[in-house]
């Protein structure tokens, strides 16, 4: 079995920074791409930032220059680091992963973790 833990969210000032981690654990052979989504009261969760294995990046529009997603392949583990943060970026943080535990590339998800920016 796999599973994706989180840490890292809390509260912060508006335009601060924040950096939330996500370990793959479990019988893994290999890890696919990592990401992250959110998902703000009263709204849809939406995809945040994703990274392949390889790398390759992609972000929401709302994120671009203010966030980045990285992984370490070896900890199989994903951050992504918050900065200029916003009111509007207050929501659950979702960590979502494809896992090989046996065949097949799964999809799972992270238990969420809390991001409030006020002052």
């Known amino acids: 079995q796999g599973q994706l833990v989180e840490s890292g969210g809390g509260l912060v000032q508006p335009g601060g920074s924040l950096t939330l981690s996500c370990a793959a654990t479990g019988s893994i052979r290999s890890v696919g791409t990592m990401g992250w989504y959110r998902q703000a009261p009263g709204k849809q969760r939406e995809l945040v930032a994703t990274t392949t294995a390889g790398g390759t990046t992609t972000y929401a529009n709302s994120v671009k220059g203010r966030f980045t997603i990285s992984r370490d392949n070896l900890k199989r583990t994903v951050y992504l680091q918050m900065s200029s943060l916003k009111p509007e970026d207050t929501a659950v943080y979702y960590c979502?992963?494809?896992?090989?535990?046996?065949?097949?590339?799964?999809?799972?998800w992270g238990q969420g973790t809390q991001v409030t920016v006020s002052s």
């Open positions: 979502n992963a494809n896992l090989q535990i046996t065949v097949l590339m799964r999809e799972y």
